[in-house]
């Protein structure tokens, strides 16, 4: 554990909510990142001193009945989508990447971007911190490939994508591929050969060339998106591409982006508004649901004119051609972020930032019942997911 690692020791976890039994790497680990530097109150986000966020280690063994079987005091932050996290498709590993720190400057924090880059052991009893990796500047969105060899981190304020291997369950850079705009997150195609990155503040998506681990952008095949893309997965075939935009907040026009990733010029072929904030955005590993926790206005100061209470979620299918159509909603609660879902894509889980509690869903015909209460967790959940598919 690095010196800064073992500053943030604080054991976060409540006897009640540890899993019993053997504890063994599996594909049914969800990680949970938990930032409790940030909170909320009538006028919108307050920064907090540092030292208390964690990552749990969520056991989904049984889907309806998730339980927390680690916790590991790393830093993490909401600041930046809530995909800066992910398990390897062997679920041996898991990585977190924390986008900023907390300075002091008088009696307030002011936010500075990190670069650090945490490695999880998961076959440990229990997960442990294995390793620190140095990436660049604000990472923030990451992806790792369905081979589980490579790595992608969108940088913020580095303006670029951060490459790393994976080989013998050791992770290290090889290069940074700079883009010239800020880079919020990242996805691969499942064939290896391709990316797309969310440039947020232009409102691009680029693409990369992925030969190996040699990662190049041509700024030619940069896409137009919607208002600030945030977040953005890939369909299990390879075939569609769909960024999740969060630009025109409070106008109910909060956009998915569904763009043909497939031939020499990939573009966008249909957009789709589930709602407002749809920040958290993830696609089943059986390819055929997508869901987004849309936020309607729960971060916002209680006299924005979009404040509300309580989000929604939307359960979506993935047609044909990347076609989706909203089948479902369900009541949230406050600022959801996080997003996963269960291996066998029947479940879903979503972490409500300021209610620091975690819903759980059944999918049954395109529609959407909620399982249990809410359960509370040890900290704020800023970020979900799972591993790798």
């Keep these: 554990m690095t010196p800064r690692s073992a500053a943030f020791a604080l054991c976060l976890t409540p006897a009640w909510l540890l899993a019993a039994g053997t504890v063994r790497a599996a594909t049914t680990d969800i990680l949970v990142g938990l930032d409790e530097k940030i909170t909320y109150d009538a006028n919108g986000q307050v920064n907090g001193a540092p030292g208390k966020d964690a990552v749990l280690v ?175 997965e890939v369909t299990r075939d390879g075939k569609y591409v769909i960024a999740s935009n969060t630009g025109a907040s409070g106008l109910d026009a909060d956009a998915e982006v569904v763009i043909d990733a497939t031939g020499a010029h990939p573009h966008v072929i249909d957009l789709v508004a589930p709602g407002n904030g749809p920040e958290g955005f993830a696609i089943s590993p059986d390819g055929k649901w997508a869901a987004a926790p849309l936020l309607l206005g729960t971060g916002a100061p209680q006299s924005a004119h979009f404040f509300t209470k309580t989000g929604e979620l939307a359960l979506m299918s993935v047609g044909p051609h990347g076609k989706l159509t909203v089948t479902g909603r369900a009541k949230l609660g406050a600022l959801p972020e996080g997003i996963a879902f269960s291996p066998k894509s029947d479940y879903l889980y979503v972490g409500n930032y300021i209610d620091r509690d975690l819903q759980v869903f059944h999918i049954e015909g395109g529609k959407l019942k909620q399982v249990g209460p809410n359960i509370k967790l040890p900290g704020q959940p800023a970020s979900m997911r799972g591993p790798a598919s």
């Design 58 to 232: 969520l056991d989904v063994a049984n889907p309806a009945h998730p339980r927390i079987r680690a916790t590991l005091p790393l830093m993490n932050s909401l600041l930046g989508p809530p995909t800066n996290l992910q398990i390897t498709p062997d679920g041996k590993l898991g990585l977190v990447a924390n986008s900023v720190v907390m300075n002091q400057e008088g009696a307030a924090w002011k936010v500075a971007p990190d670069n650090q880059l945490f490695v999880i052991d998961l076959t440990a009893n229990p997960p442990k911190l294995a390793d620190t990796v140095t990436v660049g500047k604000q990472p923030s969105g990451m992806a790792i490939s369905r081979k589980g060899d490579l790595v992608l981190i969108a940088n913020r304020a580095g303006k670029s994508v951060s490459v790393l291997s994976i080989a013998g369950g050791t992770v290290k850079l090889v290069a940074d591929v700079p883009l010239g705009q800020e880079a919020a997150a990242v996805a691969i195609t499942p064939d290896g050969k391709r990316a797309f990155v969310c440039m947020n503040q232009v409102n691009k998506i680029a693409v990369l060339a992925i030969d190996g681990q040699t990662v190049s952008y041509d700024k030619a095949m940069d896409i137009p998106s919607a208002l600030n893309p945030y977040n953005i």
